[in-house]
């Protein structure tokens, strides 16, 4: 397998399609695969450029005259919550946490059905079979976790919430989460991204990385909430919002 450094790697465009975030806008994509030795390498290299990773494939949007995703990461170390996230925590202290290999399990999917189902009805993720699940989960050439949550206090502990994540030399890269939809009322997607931010620290090191923040997206505006937050401005790199 030919293995991948900054000089040797080819980038590709893909064709305008209509944007997901912002009514009347087309979107573009700039990507690449990961593969081979330096995988690992390229994707903390690109990540620090604003790419984000999905399965085999690293991107970052290229929209002609638009620069409204901003990729965005959380400085853990500074970051103190709030009162609406200090209750948050307090709701889901009966909760355990546990880092896993980026295996698939039947449980898992069954949440992962549930929870599409219920938040994304209609979307093309909605179809995904469990070997599509496994893909997106297992298809991954550099150290991806799945971080598991479970209710401590009932007798079978059942899984209330996974986070497929990414492990960068500087932080935690979030990939994609999901949850019990029935558990909606403990903001559980709020829930998921302080305890990266707790695990950041925990392991002395910098960042949770959030994927694209789009300041006139309802979907993704929420990500501001997480101060102090850093906004990638391409050439001259990194800062604050």
Request: charge should be neutral.
């Amino acid at each position: 397998m030919t293995d991948q450094t900054p000089e040797t790697t080819q980038l590709f465009l893909t064709a305008a399609m209509p944007c997901p975030y912002l009514p009347g806008k087309m979107e573009r994509k700039l990507f690449t695969h990961l593969s081979g030795r330096r995988a690992s390498m390229l994707h903390q290299l690109l990540s620090d450029n604003g790419f984000r990773r999905s399965q085999n494939l690293i991107y970052r949007p290229a929209c002609e005259g638009c620069n409204a995703c901003q990729s965005v990461r959380i400085i853990a170390g500074e970051f103190e919550p709030n009162k609406r996230f200090r209750r948050v925590l307090r709701n889901n202290s009966d909760i355990g946490v546990s880092v896993q290999p980026a295996v698939v399990t039947a449980e898992q999917y069954e949440l992962f059905k549930r929870y599409l189902d219920a938040r994304h009805y209609g979307g093309g993720m909605t179809q995904m079979s469990y070997q599509d699940y496994e893909y997106m989960v297992e298809d991954t050439p550099v150290h991806s976790v799945l971080v598991e949550y479970r209710l401590t206090d009932l007798p079978d502990q059942p899984l209330v919430a996974v986070a497929l994540t990414d492990v960068l030399p500087d932080g935690l890269s979030m990939v994609y989460s999901f949850y019990d939809p029935d558990l909606a009322h403990r903001s559980m997607g709020t829930y998921l991204i302080l305890d990266h931010i707790h695990q950041v620290r925990s392991a002395a090191l910098d960042y949770v990385y959030l994927g694209y923040w789009v300041k006139d997206s309802p979907k993704m505006a929420y990500k501001a909430d997480y101060q102090p937050l850093e906004v990638q401005r391409g050439s001259l790199g990194w800062a604050r919002l």
